[in-house]
């Protein structure tokens, strides 16, 4: 015997079949409308288009890049204030030269990847399990709220003397930016999945990991996406806070000990490379949750 749900105030029905050939609940479209088209109800763009949306976001940096240039080249800042973007570059190469810019990145991205990836975990395993459970809810929430209050240098101190001063802190540090905004979004988006839809996938037999797999975490991916691409900036954020626990090495250094030697130039690079790597960790997330809309949610 077949059965239908209604999912919110629509009369959609749920179809057993969808249920148990996609291992996620199938909405059925009402009479009489075509089924949407595309994966995740995205619209994809034509490779064309694409190229003129990314030269379109590339207008606004050339032209900071331009005023930039200009402000430097007529004087209006002193090199001590604002150095031009050819200094900028000879210090990028002056550090390349040294053979020190690439290790600078290279150990500032591990730290960043490490530490996402621990925090990343651990905001998964909290936010479900506070999420699917009510009595965790009640016990836990109230402290992880506390927590997410406590600034990131706050923590550097613990972390020296329960830690020491060595690559563990650091990862930690950085683990802990991670954490916040991956537990909180998907704690969210389980309490709000629809109880319908719940309903629908325990009425054929779905009950613990399996709901948990094959109904709650699909309908959140969009939402567990949103919180790891927050928690991938938070990472580069706390990375400075990481580096300053006595570090010889990283981007996050290269900063603090250029502020200390008075190399603006290397300074601004810095700050360049930090958000040049960023965005680009943020594009790749960012095909990673296409890839996962278009296959689960």
């Known amino acids: 015997?077949?059965?239908?749900?209604?999912?919110?105030?629509?009369?959609?029905?749920?179809?057993?079949?969808?249920?148990?050939?996609?291992?996620?609940?199938?909405?059925?479209?009402?009479?009489?409308?075509?089924?949407?088209?595309?994966?995740?109800?995205?619209?994809?763009?034509?490779?064309?288009?694409?190229?003129?949306?990314?030269l379109l976001g590339l207008i606004v940096p050339v032209l900071i890049l331009l005023a930039w240039h200009l402000s430097t080249a007529s004087?209006?800042?002193?090199?001590?204030?604002?150095?031009?973007?050819?200094?900028?570059?000879?210090?990028?190469?002056?550090?390349?030269?040294?053979?020190?810019?690439?290790?600078?990145?290279?150990?500032?991205?591990?730290?960043?990847?490490?530490?996402?990836?621990?925090?990343?975990?651990?905001?998964?395993?909290?936010?479900?399990?506070?999420?699917?459970?009510?009595?965790?809810?009640?016990l836990l929430t109230p402290t992880v709220g506390a927590l997410r209050a406590v600034p990131s240098l706050a923590w550097v101190p613990l972390l020296v003397l329960w830690i020491g001063i060595n690559e563990d802190s650091k990862v930690t540090l950085i683990s802990i930016g991670a954490f916040f905004p991956v537990f909180t979004t998907l704690y969210l988006g389980l309490r709000h999945v629809d109880r319908n839809l719940v309903e629908a996938a325990r009425a054929f037999g779905l009950n613990g990991v399996r709901l948990l797999t094959t109904v709650q975490l699909p309908a959140v991916v969009p939402a567990l996406f949103s919180g790891l691409r927050l928690a991938l900036a938070q990472s580069w954020l706390f990375l400075v806070a990481a580096e300053l626990i006595a570090s010889s090495m990283g981007l996050g250094f290269l900063l603090t000990d250029s502020q200390q030697t008075g190399r603006v130039d290397r300074i601004i690079l810095a700050i360049i490379l930090l958000a040049v790597i960023g965005k680009t960790t943020d594009a790749l997330l960012g095909i990673a949750e296409r890839w996962a809309v278009r296959r689960w949610a």
């Open 1 to 54: 015997m077949s059965a239908e749900y209604l999912t919110g105030s629509s009369a959609t029905p749920i179809s057993k079949e969808g249920l148990e050939a996609t291992g996620s609940p199938a909405i059925a479209p009402p009479p009489g409308e075509p089924a949407a088209k595309g994966s995740g109800g995205r619209t994809r763009l034509p490779g064309g288009r694409r190229a003129g949306v990314v």
């Open 75 to 138: 004087g209006y800042f002193r090199s001590s204030q604002l150095p031009s973007p050819a200094s900028v570059l000879a210090a990028a190469v002056d550090l390349v030269q040294r053979g020190q810019l690439a290790n600078h990145i290279l150990i500032s991205t591990q730290r960043v990847l490490l530490g996402f990836l621990i925090g990343s975990l651990l905001g998964v395993l909290a936010g479900a399990l506070l999420g699917l459970s009510r009595i965790a809810d009640i």
